[in-house]
């Protein structure tokens, strides 16, 4: 079946302006993650979301960063006035619960840079 | 979470097998020992997972020790397409994210 889709693949944007990501899960999938992967941190929790609970945001850097996810399923990451800092590859994954010995699936990521 | 100690960077020659350690020392009992991979470029992979007992699957075998403390990931018969970083991570039964350590880069070379 498919996997974690995620688009754009590449994004290059200005300093300032605001960018949006956007994860398809997989189908039957409750829990989905957002990991950023950047040169100097490595790969690193953003976000998470399992069922119609309170995300979990303790890894969210600032408040330019927010995520949502619509019907229990897409999900988009949305980031406010762009830094240079931001540049990283942004991930997404999705797993059918939380908890237990449960994989994680990614996607292919999002490869942000802004100038 | 617990953290783990992989070394930075191994090498394997092609259809051997390849063998990478990760020390996770301060492990608890109701926590996961993950095998993640990440060939480059592409998004990270699961390998395989396990609590106590030995497992294997079609990718690789974990090898936990009795107390825990360590664990070694078998690829039996490496090819060039397993170089990758490989991650090992920890993780309880309840939660939910995965955290990245800086892993172990394994090159297999012809």
């Known amino acids: 079946g498919a996997g974690v889709s995620q688009s754009p693949s590449n994004k290059v944007t200005e300093k300032g302006k605001d960018v949006e990501l956007r994860c398809d899960p997989i189908?039957?999938?409750?829990?989905l993650y957002w990991y950023r992967q950047s040169l100097g941190q490595g790969l690193e929790f953003l976000i998470y979301?399992?069922?119609?609970?309170?995300?979990?945001k303790s890894g969210l850097p600032s408040d330019r960063f927010s995520a949502e996810r619509t019907g229990g399923s897409v999900s988009t990451l949305t980031i406010q006035r762009t830094q240079q800092e931001d540049s990283a590859v942004y991930l997404c994954?999705?797993?059918?619960?939380?908890?237990?010995?449960?994989?994680?699936?990614f996607g292919p990521g999002t490869r942000l840079t802004v100038l | 979470d617990a953290k783990t100690t992989q070394p930075t960077s191994m090498d394997c020659a092609e259809g051997r097998a390849a063998n990478l350690p990760c020390n996770h020392s301060t492990i608890s009992g109701n926590e996961y020992v993950y095998w993640y991979r990440q060939i480059h470029s592409q998004g990270p992979q699961y390998i395989i997972h396990g609590l106590k007992n030995n497992e294997t699957n079609e990718m690789a075998s974990l090898i936990i020790t009795e107390d825990r403390k360590s664990s070694t990931l078998i690829l039996p018969h490496a090819t060039l397409r397993d170089t990758a970083v490989y991650y090992c991570i920890v993780r309880p039964s309840w939660g939910n994210k995965l955290v990245f350590g800086a892993g172990t880069i394994l090159r297999v070379k012809s």
């Open positions: 979301f399992q069922g119609n609970s309170a995300p979990d």
């Open positions: 189908s039957g999938h409750t829990a």
């Open positions: 994954a999705s797993s059918l619960t939380s908890g237990g010995a449960i994989e994680q699936f």
